[in-house]
């Protein structure tokens, strides 16, 4: 299973890197007033992919990191009032 794991990211990072060979040309990009930058395409692909994945990518790590802190608190107060033992049949028939 995880030579299949590791062949399928070698066909994906094989693709990839055929793609921005294939498509690395300039690309003007009109930033603000007279301004222009020429940037390569993929660079270009990159920057804009991460920019929209680290911000969701922060919030979940966040998120993550808040609820193990809490769950991190309450352990020791679970572990100190343990829940009540349920009764056995003996003591349910007397």
């Known amino acids: ?37 020429d940037i390569k395409l993929p660079l270009l692909l990159v920057i804009a992919f991460l ?5 969701p990518l922060f919030v979940l790590r966040a998120k993550l990191w808040r609820l193990r802190r809490k769950l991190s608190v309450q ?3 679970a572990a100190a009032n343990p829940p009540a033992a349920a009764p056995h049949d003996e003591e349910l028939t007397a």
């Open 1 to 37: 299973m995880q030579f299949l794991r590791t062949l399928f990211w070698v066909v994906i990072a094989v693709f990839v890197a055929i793609m921005a060979r294939n498509n690395w040309s300039d690309v003007t990009v009109n930033l603000w007033g007279n301004l222009q930058a």
């Open 51 to 55: 920019l929209g994945f680290l911000p």
């Open 75 to 77: 352990q020791p107060i």
